[in-house]
């Protein structure tokens, strides 16, 4: 099946700093998208992007689906940023429909 | 609802016992799915019901685990003969259908989840 790598696995922030989250994938797909799960475990859509840039306020997200890959961006960070980010494609195929998810980027950030 | 609920939150149950997870997607979504969240681990798919298809049961661990979903609505994920390797969080998400113009949108949304311990 599809693989997932995102990286790096853990990120330590200075309050106000900026970031980028990488997220590979090895083979093409149809839907991507970027998680960020609080500390009560909640998964909190960020981005639905399986190609081209979108902006939310500090975050963007960038996926070049041709080259396999999607990057995060964080920018001006807030200790309220802290969690882990997660990666999920679906694939291309067929009547088939799930996700599936990279280990994650355990993100702190520090006061 | 406006999102995505799964009930009980939490579940404690002794091994062998039997138990049932039940998930509401959000109103008009046509896909459902399941998941399961091991400590510190990424999400791993169990099942998918897509309308009135036969459901993608692919990810299912073994023969202890099914689902049902009536219609478009409610699911139930129940775990027979509980096993500590099942202790894990399940979450479930819906979406709406692809569709087959336009667009090809599939986004999940994902419910609160329920946390299951096996002792």
């Known amino acids: 099946g599809i693989q997932v790598e995102q990286s790096p696995p853990d990120l330590i922030l200075q309050e106000g700093a900026n970031s980028t989250l990488r997220c590979n994938f090895s083979?093409?797909?149809?839907?991507l998208q970027w998680f960020h799960q609080n500390p009560w475990g909640q998964l909190i859509n960020l981005f639905y992007?399986?190609?081209g840039t979108k902006q939310n306020g500090r975050l963007s997200a960038t996926t070049v689906a041709t080259e396999r890959y999607s990057l995060l961006y964080i920018s001006s960070s807030q200790t309220t940023d802290s969690g882990v980010y997660f990666c999920?494609?679906?694939?291309?195929?067929?009547?088939?429909?799930?996700?599936?998810f990279g280990k994650g980027i355990t993100l702190s950030v520090r006061p | 609802g406006a999102g995505v609920s799964q009930s009980p939150s939490n579940k404690v149950t002794e091994k062998g016992k039997d138990v049932e997870l039940r998930c509401d997607p959000i109103?008009?979504?046509?896909?459902l799915y399941w998941y399961r969240q091991r400590l510190g681990q990424g999400l791993e798919f169990l099942i998918y019901?897509?309308?009135?298809?036969?459901?993608?049961k692919s990810g299912l661990p073994s023969d202890r685990f099914s689902a049902e979903r009536t219609g478009e609505s409610v699911s139930t994920l129940t775990i027979q003969r509980t096993q500590q390797e099942d202790s894990a969080v399940y979450l479930c998400?819906?979406?709406?259908?692809?569709?087959?113009?336009?667009?090809?949108?599939?986004?999940?949304?994902f419910g609160p989840g329920t946390r299951l311990t096996v002792l």
């Open positions: 992007i399986p190609s």
């Open positions: 109103s008009g979504h046509t896909a």
């Open positions: 999920a494609v679906e694939r291309r195929a067929g009547a088939n429909s799930k996700l599936t």
């Open positions: 998400a819906s979406s709406l259908a692809r569709s087959r113009g336009l667009a090809d949108y599939n986004e999940q949304f």
């Open positions: 019901f897509q309308g009135n298809s036969a459901p993608d």
């Open positions: 083979d093409s797909v149809n839907n």
